[in-house]
C-alpha cells in the first residue's frame, strides 16, 4: 500500500445494535475528507481510514469483511502488510458489532481512540488529547438513531478541541444490515460537505434535509398503498424539517390533487407558486402526463392560486 497525504481527522465506526445499521463519520482541516476516509457497505462493515491514509485500507477491509472475516483479522491483515503502518490511524466495525482499531505510533500528536460496545473514535492531530474520550461519551449518552449519535460525536470532538488546524470538510455514510444484490451501491445516508468554514453546521443542516426526503419517500409509500391519512402526516414532518424549499410542499399539494383533497392543496400550492412561478408551468406539464389526475375546472382551480 503507498503513502497518501495526511488526513488529520476525528471519526467514528459504529454499528447500531437496534438496526444493525454501519456507519463512519468524519471531520478534518482536509478537503473532501469523505472521498478518502469513509467507506461502509450493507451488510459488510464500515471503515474510516486516516492519518497518512491509504484508501486501500477502506476498500480491501470491506472486500475481506465481505468473505467473512472479522474486523479484527481483517485489519491486523491488512497492518502486518503495510510498511507504513505506524503512520497509519485505522478504524473499522463488522456487520457483527465487532470491532477493530489501529493508531500507530508516528501518528501526530495529539492522537488516541476509544473502542466501545460496537464502535470505535479515533482521532489524530488534535489539539488536545481529550478529544477521542468526549466522543465515545457522546455517542454513549445521546439517543435517536445511528446518524443522531454519529453527529453528536463530532460535534463533541470539535467542542473539545477538534483538529489543531479547525475545521473544513465533513461527511457521513450509513449502510443497511443486509446486503441488496440487486443494488449493492445504496446507503441509508450518504453526505458529504466537501469544503467549508463550518463543516459540522453544514452537515447536520444536510442531515436535517436528508431527513426530509425520507419523510417524504415514507409518504409516497403509503399514499401508493391507499393509506392519505399516514401520508399527509408524513408530508407534513417533511415540510417541518425542509425549511424554504418548495419541493416537498409541491409534491403533498399533487398527491393531495390526487387524492381529491382539493382545499387542502390550494393553500400549498400558493405558497409553491410564490416562491417561483415556473411551478405552476410544471404543475402543467405533469397534468398532461398523467401525474397529476385534474380535469379543467380543477386545473383552473389550481392556477387560481398562483395569482
Known amino acids: 500500500m503507498n503513502h497518501k497525504p495526511l488526513v488529520a481527522t476525528y471519526s467514528i465506526v459504529a454499528r447500531d445494535p437496534n438496526t444493525g445499521n454501519l456507519g463512519v463519520a468524519v471531520q478534518s482541516h482536509y478537503f473532501s475528507s469523505g472521498t478518502v476516509v469513509t467507506w461502509a457497505e450493507a451488510g459488510v462493515g464500515a471503515v474510516a481510514t ?3 491514509a491509504d484508501p486501500a485500507y477502506g476498500k480491501l477491509g470491506l472486500d475481506l469483511m465481505r468473505v467473512g472475516r472479522s474486523a479484527r483479522d481483517a485489519l491486523d491483515g491488512l497492518v502486518a502488510a503495510d510498511r507504513d503502518q505506524q503512520l497509519r490511524q485505522v478504524a473499522m466495525v463488522d456487520v457483527k458489532g465487532m470491532v477493530a482499531v489501529h493508531t500507530g505510533a508516528r501518528c501526530i500528536k495529539e492522537a488516541g481512540h476509544t473502542v466501545g460496545e460496537g464502535f470505535s473514535v479515533q482521532a489524530n492531530m488534535m489539539h488536545r488529547n481529550t478529544v477521542w474520550g468526549a466522543m465515545a461519551d457522546a455517542y454513549r449518552n445521546t439517543s435517536g438513531d445511528l446518524a443522531d449519535r454519529l453527529m453528536a460525536a463530532l460535534e463533541a470532538a470539535e467542542a473539545e478541541g477538534g483538529d489543531i488546524r479547525g475545521m473544513q470538510s465533513a461527511a457521513m455514510l450509513i449502510a443497511g444490515p443486509e446486503p441488496d444484490p440487486q443494488r449493492p451501491w445504496l446507503h441509508v445516508v ?66 393531495l390533487v390526487n387524492a381529491n383533497r382539493i382545499d387542502e392543496a390550494l393553500p400549498l400550492f400558493k405558497i409553491v407558486f410564490a416562491f417561483d412561478p415556473r411551478w405552476l408551468e410544471l404543475t402543467e406539464r405533469l397534468r398532461a402526463v398523467g401525474r397529476l389526475q385534474a380535469d379543467d375546472s380543477i386545473l383552473a382551480r389550481i392556477r387560481s392560486s398562483a395569482v
Open 50 to 52: 486516516q492519518s497518512f
Open 190 to 255: 450518504d453526505l458529504r460537505v466537501d469544503d467549508s468554514p463550518q463543516p459540522l453546521k453544514e452537515l447536520r443542516r444536510i442531515l436535517q434535509v436528508h431527513n426530509a426526503y425520507r419523510h417524504r419517500s415514507l409518504a409516497d409509500q403509503a399514499f401508493a398503498r391507499g393509506d392519505f391519512a399516514t401520508a399527509n402526516r408524513e408530508y407534513m414532518e417533511a415540510e417541518g424539517l425542509i425549511g424554504d424549499n418548495p419541493e416537498v410542499r409541491f409534491w403533498h399539494a399533487v398527491t
